[in-house]
């Protein structure tokens, strides 16, 4: 029963559209405006960077707590089991018929409750890259490729290795209208000075 309970927590945090709350704050619906994805970019564009890092926490913080919640509920391997809930939560959420972000936010939360070490170096790799390209989108898929290592790096257990492996891929594949958009050389930057960015990720 403690499993079950823990998944379906785990389900249930991850699906909490923050971005989507954020915006009907602001009067608006954040599914019919920029990129359409319930993530913590589209907000920072669309609503500005005190929404958007608003967001971000709250996104990174629900996928350590369904992680935290596995780990005091259960033990290995269900605290994987939640991180890939909470991230599936995150980006088919039942709420907001199955359409939400694209996982990094909480999957990097998710990583801080299975492997804290290497999600402190992720989040450094993560805001340099960023602040350095002004592409989020290339911030989060070398981010996404370079967590499995770093994970076994610090010591993570190989099952934790493997899920995490795993979590990036599927990060990266939810990212492949980007990166075409990259090789095309049409993916937008994010704006840093302005209070709105102008960015397609989300």
């Known amino acids: 029963m403690n499993q079950v309970i823990a998944l379906v927590v785990a389900y249930l945090l991850g699906s909490i559209p923050f971005a989507l709350i954020a915006g009907k704050l602001h009067g608006v619906d954040l599914r019919t405006m920029g990129s359409g994805n319930l993530g913590a970019t589209n907000v920072f564009r669309t609503l500005g960077r005190t929404a958007g890092i608003t967001v971000m926490v709250l996104d990174i913080a629900k996928g350590a707590a369904a992680v935290l919640v596995a780990e005091a509920l259960t033990n290995n391997p269900w605290p994987l089991a939640a991180g890939a809930l909470a991230i599936l939560g995150h980006v088919f959420p039942v709420w907001t018929k199955f359409k939400g972000g694209k996982g990094v936010a909480v999957g990097a939360g998710a990583l801080i409750g299975l492997v804290p070490a290497a999600s402190g170096v992720l989040i450094v790799l993560w805001f340099l890259i960023v602040l350095t390209t002004r592409y989020v989108s290339v911030a989060s898929i070398v981010c996404a490729l370079a967590a499995a290592p770093l994970a076994w790096a ?10 995490i492996a795993l979590a990036g891929l599927f990060v990266i594949w939810k990212h492949r209208e980007n990166i075409v958009r990259l090789t095309h050389g049409d993916e937008n930057r994010i704006s840093l000075g302005r209070r709105k960015g102008t960015t397609t990720e989300g």
């Open 154 to 163: 610090f010591g993570a257990p190989w099952s934790y290795v493997g899920f």
